[in-house]
C-alpha cells in the first residue's frame, strides 16, 4: 500500500458514514463524507494538506477557503506556502466589513479556490462568481475529496478546472468497500 492509500484510507475511515443524509444540492444520499472529522483532526489535516501541496498550480496568488470546511485546509495550505488566504462565505455579512471575501485582497489576482468536498459543484461556482465579480482572476479550484464526477463538468462550463486530491471511489478503494 502507498502513503497515498494509506492517506485514503485514513480519510474514509475518519470521515465516512452511512445512513440517509440529505445533501447541500438536495439530493438525497446514503452515505456521506463529515469533512468536519478529518480537518479537526490535525495530524490528518497536515497530511491532506501536505498531498494536496503538489497540485497546487504554481501561479497561485491567493488562496481562497471557502466557508467552513474550505478555511482550515487554505489555512494549513497558506501555511506551507507562504501564500495569502482570503475567507470566503456564502453570503456577505449585514454587519462590520459586510464583505464576501475576508483576509487579503482578491482584486486582480489569481485565486485558487479551496473546499473540503465537492459533489455538485454548486458552492465553488457560486463563489468563484463572488470573487470574479471582486476582480479576481479565478480558474482553478481544489478539493480534497470529489464525490461527484459531474462536478468537474458542471464547473468547466463556468472556466472552472476542478483539481481533486481524491475521488469517493479512490477512497473507497484504498478502504477496502465495495464501489459501484
Known sequence: MTNRDELARRVWETSHLTGSFRLRSGAESHEYFDKYRFEADPRLLRDICTAILPLVPAATEVLAGLELGGVPIATVLGQATG??????????????????????????????????????????????????????????????????????EHLATAGIQLIASFTGAELARASGAPTA
Open 83 to 152: 501564500l495569502p488566504v482570503a475567507f470566503v462565505r456564502k453570503a456577505a455579512k449585514s454587519y462590520g466589513t459586510c464583505r464576501v471575501a475576508e483576509g487579503c485582497d482578491v482584486a486582480g489576482r489569481r485565486v485558487l479556490i479551496v473546499e473540503d468536498v465537492v459533489t455538485s459543484g454548486g458552492q465553488v461556482a457560486k463563489s468563484t462568481a463572488d470573487l470574479r465579480r471582486l476582480g479576481a482572476t479565478v480558474q482553478d479550484a481544489i478539493c480534497v475529496v470529489e464525490r461527484d464526477t459531474a462536478a468537474r
